[in-house]
């Protein structure tokens, strides 16, 4: 048996491979309908904070400049929730959703800060973006 290595799905559960279980883990596999719901809901998430960073910073060139500096502290708390996920697995269920907010508001924040210098750029690349997720989706 090995571990997963998404410490959010893999708490307490485990793949079924030809190696001996070790004494620690359950015998347990995992639930993929369990997986895409999780996935599905932090996808979610992300979005929902986007959108409240577009809504509250799109009107002028200094509130899309704050956005971006908002977004680049929400990339660094982002990063370090990942990071702290990675090393305290057992906290991933709290970790997970605020990463994944800190995520959403980076990437709108980042979508802003290059919508002023390029007009246009941001809705290009969202849109690129969810082609290319529902390509590899389906």
Request: aromatic share 8%; glycine share 12%; with cysteine.
């Amino acid at each position: 048996m090995i571990g997963i290595g998404n410490p959010l799905l893999s708490m307490g559960r485990v793949i079924s491979v030809s190696a001996p279980v070790p004494a620690h883990l359950p015998t347990s596999t995992v639930n993929r309908g369990r997986i895409v719901r999780v996935t599905a809901g932090l996808f979610l998430l992300c979005l929902v904070s986007a959108g409240i960073m577009v809504s509250l910073f799109y009107e002028t060139v200094a509130a899309a400049y704050t956005a971006r500096n908002i977004g680049f502290g929400a990339g660094v708390l982002g990063l370090s929730l990942v990071l702290l996920t990675v090393l305290y697995r057992q906290y991933a269920q709290y970790t997970a959703p605020v990463a994944a907010m800190a995520g959403g508001v980076f990437m709108s924040g980042l979508a802003l800060g290059f919508e002023v210098r390029v007009p246009g750029i941001a809705v290009q690349t969202v849109g690129i973006t969810l082609a290319v997720f529902f390509v590899i989706v389906i």
